[in-house]
């Protein structure tokens, strides 16, 4: 008995074992095919489905001409070297939080010759500088300014400029191939680009842009359509900085309406238009926002307290917009709208500085205005804002600070 016990429970063992590696390997081979029920000892993981939408957003904001008079340069002038900074305390927090930061540089960066004022400029370009310096990447450079230097005062501007990696800049270039070397930049998954053009350079130059026309963008719709059509369709987002109308004139003029149609018919998104030196209104054409004039970023146009036409060369505005872009990868489709229109009243505060025994500047947003800069602030405020919505009244103009 005693030997077939133990033939039995070696037979058990045997047996044993056998159902043991069975199990193991019906076990292995369900893990390794994901064969079973679906409890929670043994899940099946779905992966879950792509949305098919994709959504995308970017945000601009944008501003008028730096016209630099001489008593501003001199105001940042300080044992040899220029710093704007102190005069940009509130634009530099005013633009921050946006993607996209745009203004127009009135006046040129000539290094070889001697620093001018009005009627025909020559600037530091510590001031494009210290505008990077805290956050504007999107420069225009066509302005009635652009040849006061001459052709070699245009060709060292654009030269700054084009060494400015991180800046998207439109309207000047110092050779014809840098004329032709389209930027384009991305903003969130937005890709978009900046074309930049002006009525003239008050006959200055004329040969000069015959013979050499990359130096300045003096506006034709030849140009115009030859530049769309090499852009289009690598952006999202096509933007055009227009220098044009007519100084100190508070409405568009039909001819500023009849180019803003063209464009708009010709696939621009957004326009962004300087030189009068005041605020014009803005509206949209079809699906192209456009804005007719910011008028002036900084100046030295002083008078804000006198006539009208003293008082619009201090009086410029920032103009702020979102971009959202909508992918469908499902339908294979890209849609893009622009809304959420806004503005700010700006203001350049002229004020004794007796820490450089001189005048000073500050640019300041409305926003953030006192009547010790502005007396008469608010008539200003309202004046201005009924400007600017004279053709849409659908924009969204900040208030003015409480008491």
Known sequence: MARIK???????????????????????????????????????????????????????????????????????????????MKMLTYTKDKIKDYDIKYYNQETVFDSTSALQTYPRFNTPSAFGQNMIDIGFNMVSLATNHSMDMGANGAKVSAAWWEGQDKVLTHGMASSSANRENYQIMEANGITYTMLSYTYGTNGLGTQAIKDEPYLVNVYNEEMVLKDIEAVRDKVDVLIVAMHWGNEYNLDATEKQRSQARFLADHGVDIILGTHSHCIEPWEWIDDTVVFYSFGNFISNQMGADEAIIRKVGVIGM????????????ENNTTTIKIDNIGADLNFTYRFYNPDIKKNDYLVIPFSKMESKYLNNYESVYNEFSEVLKKYDSNINIEPLPTT
Do not use: C, M, Q, W
Request: proline fraction near 5%; charged fraction near 20%.
């Open 6 to 84: 133990r033939k039995v429970k070696r037979n058990l063992l045997l047996l044993v074992l056998i159902i043991v590696i069975i199990s193991a390997g019906l076990l292995g081979y369900k893990t390794f095919f994901n064969i079973g029920d679906n409890t929670p000892n043994n899940p099946i993981i779905d992966k879950p489905k792509e949305d098919p939408i994709k959504v995308y957003k970017a945000s601009l904001i944008a501003t008028g001409d730096g016209l630099l008079h001489s008593p501003i340069y001199n105001a940042a002038y300080n044992n040899g070297t220029y710093d704007f």
């Open 318 to 329: 920032f103009a702020t917009l979102d971009i959202t872009k909508t992918v469908d990868t």
